[in-house]
């Protein structure tokens, strides 16, 4: 009988280990992802930064910008009032109190003007604290007063070569006319309108620029 010898060609584990086979495309994918991996951490914190940089900005509102801004929209803020009137102007040369005859000059003057009221804005302050923007306004007042001279007419004028009339005469009167019309808007609330307005405009500019959280106070 023919024996066979048989032969353990089994190989140690240490050894099969080391013979391991070489995967190099599996070793450049590792390598390719771990890459993408830093890159994209890389631009997640580019752009955190850049973010919280612009948060910062934004939380931060500029009391003189706010300023600026506000004196651009000074003609927003202010109410306009036309009105017609019509006065009579009469003067006469006097002695020890008494006209004196044949000296009266008079004239009905018809006219259309305008009166402007608010605030100037170019004087607001503005400050910022914390997360609060202050607004402190001027008073209200009377900004322009404009006579239209093409709407002017004159009536029933009478003239005396003893007492013509004269450019302080017109200039007079006009000022007297201009005192009593500021006066009669006065009494209708023209000021209340204009500081009413003034506060809407603020309000309407600068609340929708602050960031979320913030609020505005005006004084």
Not at 105 to 112: A, E, G, N, P, V
Not at 144 to 166: A, L
Request: overall charge negative.
């Amino acid at each position: 009988m023919e024996n066979t010898e048989q032969k353990d060609t089994a190989v140690p584990a240490g050894e099969a280990r080391g013979r391991r086979r070489f995967r190099p495309l599996h070793t450049l994918r590792l390598v390719l992802l771990a890459a993408a991996l830093c890159a994209a951490a890389g631009v997640g914190c580019y752009l955190a930064g850049r973010a919280a940089g612009a948060a910062q900005q934004i939380q931060k509102p500029d009391a003189v910008v706010v300023e600026n801004q506000l004196t651009q929209i000074s003609e927003l803020a202010s109410v306009s009032w036309s009105y017609t009137n019509m006065a009579q102007f009469e003067s006469s040369n006097e002695f020890y109190g008494m006209a004196v005859p044949f000296t009266t000059k008079k004239f009905i003057l018809s006219y259309d003007g305008k009166i402007k009221a608010g605030v100037d804005l170019s004087r607001a302050e503005v400050s910022v604290s914390g997360t609060e923007v202050t607004v402190r306004l001027p008073e209200a007042e009377i900004l322009s007063h404009e006579i239209d001279e093409d709407s002017v007419e004159i009536f029933d004028e009478k003239t005396s070569i003893f007492n013509p009339f004269t450019v302080e005469d017109f200039t007079a009167f006009q000022a007297d006319q201009k005192a009593a019309m500021e006066e009669k808007a006065l009494a209708k609330g023209l000021l209340t309108e204009g500081l009413q307005q003034a506060r809407a405009s603020v309000r309407a500019l600068v609340e929708p620029s602050l960031p979320e959280g913030w609020t505005l106070r005006m004084e």
